[in-house]
Nanobody, 125 residues
Framework: QVQLVESGGGLVQAGDSLRLSCAAS????????MGWFRQAPGKERDFVAA???????YYADSVKDRFTISRENAKNLVYLQMNSLKPEDTAVYYC???????????????????WGQGTQVTVSS
Protein backbone atom coordinates (compact mmCIF):
# COMPACT_ATOMS: atom_id res chain seq x y z
CA GLN A 1 0.00 0.00 0.00
CA VAL A 2 1.45 3.31 -1.09
CA GLN A 3 1.68 5.92 1.65
CA LEU A 4 2.87 9.50 1.46
CA VAL A 5 3.56 11.60 4.54
CA GLU A 6 4.34 15.31 4.27
CA SER A 7 6.18 17.35 6.88
CA GLY A 8 7.90 20.69 7.28
CA GLY A 9 5.01 23.12 7.11
CA GLY A 10 4.56 25.96 9.53
CA LEU A 11 3.98 29.66 10.11
CA VAL A 12 6.57 32.00 8.63
CA GLN A 13 6.88 35.63 7.60
CA ALA A 14 6.96 36.93 4.07
CA GLY A 15 10.43 36.50 2.59
CA ASP A 16 11.28 33.48 4.73
CA SER A 17 12.05 29.96 3.52
CA LEU A 18 10.67 26.52 4.30
CA ARG A 19 11.53 23.04 3.12
CA LEU A 20 8.75 20.50 2.84
CA SER A 21 9.49 16.79 2.83
CA CYS A 22 7.42 13.88 1.58
CA ALA A 23 8.26 10.37 2.75
CA ALA A 24 7.01 7.62 0.45
CA SER A 25 6.56 3.96 1.29
CA UNK A 26 4.85 0.85 -0.03
CA UNK A 27 6.61 0.22 -3.32
CA UNK A 28 9.64 1.03 -5.47
CA UNK A 29 9.65 4.78 -5.44
CA UNK A 30 12.31 5.72 -7.98
CA UNK A 31 10.34 4.79 -11.11
CA UNK A 32 7.44 7.17 -10.54
CA UNK A 33 6.77 10.85 -10.91
CA MET A 34 6.18 12.91 -7.79
CA GLY A 35 4.22 16.13 -7.52
CA TRP A 36 3.45 18.91 -5.07
CA PHE A 37 0.09 20.63 -5.08
CA ARG A 38 -1.51 23.19 -2.81
CA GLN A 39 -5.00 24.14 -1.83
CA ALA A 40 -6.08 27.37 -0.18
CA PRO A 41 -9.45 27.64 1.62
CA GLY A 42 -12.32 27.83 -0.85
CA LYS A 43 -10.05 27.22 -3.84
CA GLU A 44 -9.20 24.30 -6.06
CA ARG A 45 -6.11 22.18 -5.63
CA ASP A 46 -3.38 23.78 -7.75
CA PHE A 47 -0.20 22.43 -9.25
CA VAL A 48 3.03 23.65 -7.67
CA ALA A 49 5.88 21.45 -8.91
CA ALA A 50 6.62 17.98 -10.23
CA UNK A 51 9.63 15.80 -10.85
CA UNK A 52 9.93 12.82 -13.16
CA UNK A 53 11.76 9.61 -12.32
CA UNK A 54 14.69 10.94 -14.36
CA UNK A 55 14.76 14.21 -12.44
CA UNK A 56 13.09 16.47 -15.00
CA UNK A 57 11.33 19.28 -13.12
CA TYR A 58 8.23 21.35 -13.82
CA TYR A 59 6.92 24.40 -11.98
CA ALA A 60 3.86 26.58 -11.84
CA ASP A 61 4.61 30.07 -13.11
CA SER A 62 3.73 31.50 -9.70
CA VAL A 63 6.55 29.65 -7.96
CA LYS A 64 9.18 29.45 -10.69
CA ASP A 65 12.55 30.81 -9.50
CA ARG A 66 11.41 30.63 -5.86
CA PHE A 67 10.63 26.94 -5.30
CA THR A 68 12.78 23.90 -6.05
CA ILE A 69 11.60 20.30 -6.17
CA SER A 70 14.10 17.48 -5.69
CA ARG A 71 14.10 13.80 -4.86
CA GLU A 72 16.33 11.42 -2.97
CA ASN A 73 15.40 8.00 -4.30
CA ALA A 74 17.64 6.03 -1.97
CA LYS A 75 15.67 7.42 0.97
CA ASN A 76 12.26 7.52 -0.71
CA LEU A 77 12.04 11.26 -0.13
CA VAL A 78 10.95 14.20 -2.21
CA TYR A 79 11.49 17.80 -1.15
CA LEU A 80 10.06 21.19 -1.93
CA GLN A 81 12.41 24.03 -1.05
CA MET A 82 10.40 27.24 -0.85
CA ASN A 83 12.23 30.57 -0.79
CA SER A 84 11.00 34.15 -0.77
CA LEU A 85 7.63 33.07 0.51
CA LYS A 86 4.65 35.33 -0.05
CA PRO A 87 1.29 35.53 1.75
CA GLU A 88 -0.35 34.12 -1.40
CA ASP A 89 1.66 30.92 -0.90
CA THR A 90 -0.48 30.17 2.17
CA ALA A 91 -2.20 26.82 1.64
CA VAL A 92 -2.21 23.16 2.56
CA TYR A 93 0.54 21.49 0.54
CA TYR A 94 0.07 17.96 -0.71
CA CYS A 95 2.52 15.42 -2.05
CA UNK A 96 1.32 13.00 -4.74
CA UNK A 97 2.52 10.12 -6.88
CA UNK A 98 1.18 8.15 -9.80
CA UNK A 99 -0.02 4.54 -9.94
CA UNK A 100 1.44 3.72 -13.36
CA UNK A 101 4.87 5.01 -14.35
CA UNK A 102 4.13 7.56 -17.07
CA UNK A 103 7.72 8.41 -17.84
CA UNK A 104 6.95 12.09 -17.40
CA UNK A 105 5.51 14.23 -14.62
CA UNK A 106 1.93 15.47 -14.72
CA UNK A 107 0.90 18.98 -13.82
CA UNK A 108 -2.73 18.29 -12.97
CA UNK A 109 -4.26 16.49 -9.98
CA UNK A 110 -5.80 13.92 -12.34
CA UNK A 111 -2.31 12.66 -13.23
CA UNK A 112 -1.78 11.40 -9.68
CA UNK A 113 -3.36 8.56 -7.80
CA UNK A 114 -1.91 8.66 -4.31
CA TRP A 115 -1.93 11.64 -1.99
CA GLY A 116 -0.59 12.52 1.42
CA GLN A 117 -2.59 14.14 4.17
CA GLY A 118 -1.11 17.57 3.56
CA THR A 119 0.91 20.04 5.59
CA GLN A 120 -0.15 23.61 6.35
CA VAL A 121 2.01 26.50 5.21
CA THR A 122 1.02 29.94 6.46
CA VAL A 123 2.90 33.05 5.37
CA SER A 124 2.18 36.26 7.25
CA SER A 125 2.73 39.69 5.74
Amino acid sequence: QVQLVESGGGLVQAGDSLRLSCAASGRAFSRFAMGWFRQAPGKERDFVAAISWRGDTYYADSVKDRFTISRENAKNLVYLQMNSLKPEDTAVYYCATEHFASGGAGTTPAAYDYWGQGTQVTVSS
